[in-house]
């Protein structure tokens, strides 16, 4: 069994360096700085539609908000930084706090009106349900002039 150790010992000032830049590029590229981060997401197709699982321990169902507009999938929420208690410090803070938005384009498939999402254990669910396919239909010719017939229109076209 291992234990993690609370306290860093004495380094060389260029590994303090390394571990801040490493510090700074992860916050900036990973949104921690601006308060913001993006759960995970797994993304499946079947006949039936698609499924788009999120990741979101932490975040309750109340700071969820999924709205199809225009073709696009937008998800928000908000995971709140846990107060500390008067006298407590936080010794190793790594999970992302504050806001998140994700956006997926749709394909034209997907019916925006046949969207459902639930929350279960921290995943948000969300099930997309395909139209169903155009099919090709025969669309009947009628004559603009009741005279004609096909048979005058084949004498016309011989002369």
């Known amino acids: 069994m291992s234990y993690y150790r609370f306290s860093v010992p004495a380094q060389a000032p260029i590994t303090n360096f390394r571990r801040e830049m490493d510090r700074l590029f992860e916050e900036v590229f990973t949104g921690r ?14 006949q039936q539609g698609f499924s788009l699982d999120l990741d979101i321990p932490g975040v309750p169902v109340d700071n969820v908000e999924v709205l ?3 073709g696009v999938l937008t998800i928000r929420g908000e ?43 921290g995943v948000l669910s969300i099930r997309i349900a395909k139209v169903a396919p155009l099919q090709p239909r025969r669309v009947p010719v009628s004559a603009q002039s009741p005279n004609v017939t096909s048979a005058t229109t084949a004498e016309t076209l011989q002369a």
């Open 33 to 46: 700085a601006s308060g913001t981060w993006q759960p995970s997401a797994t993304a499946r197709e079947d």
């Open 68 to 70: 199809a507009e225009d």
């Open 79 to 121: 995971r709140a930084q846990r107060a500390l208690a008067e006298g407590e410090r936080a010794v190793i803070s790594e999970t992302a706090r504050g806001k998140f938005v994700r956006q997926f384009r749709l394909p034209k498939s997907a019916d925006l009106q046949a969207i459902q999402a639930s929350h279960d254990n």
